[in-house]
């Protein structure tokens, strides 16, 4: 009887371990897709500027052919 009383407090004990090595992981998880997030979004902005520089390039050559 006192042995199987004593058996549960250390699965307790390990199972709260384990989740506050869940909840450091998840945590590192996270920061590392909120970097990867902010990465992707960088260089999409990147990107979509680059774009807009091409559009202003084509319409200014546009304007410079209306002009000649």
Do not use: W
Request: charged share 20%; proline share 3%; aromatic share 8%.
């Amino acid at each position: 009887m006192i042995s199987a009383q004593s058996e549960p407090l250390p699965n307790k004990v390990r199972s709260e371990e384990l989740s506050e090595v869940d909840d450091a992981q998840q945590s590192s998880s996270i920061s590392s897709l909120s970097t990867t997030v902010f990465c992707l979004h960088k260089r999409s902005q990147v990107r979509l500027q680059g774009r807009v520089f091409a559009i202003e390039l084509l319409l200014y050559r546009f304007q410079m052919h209306q002009y000649l």
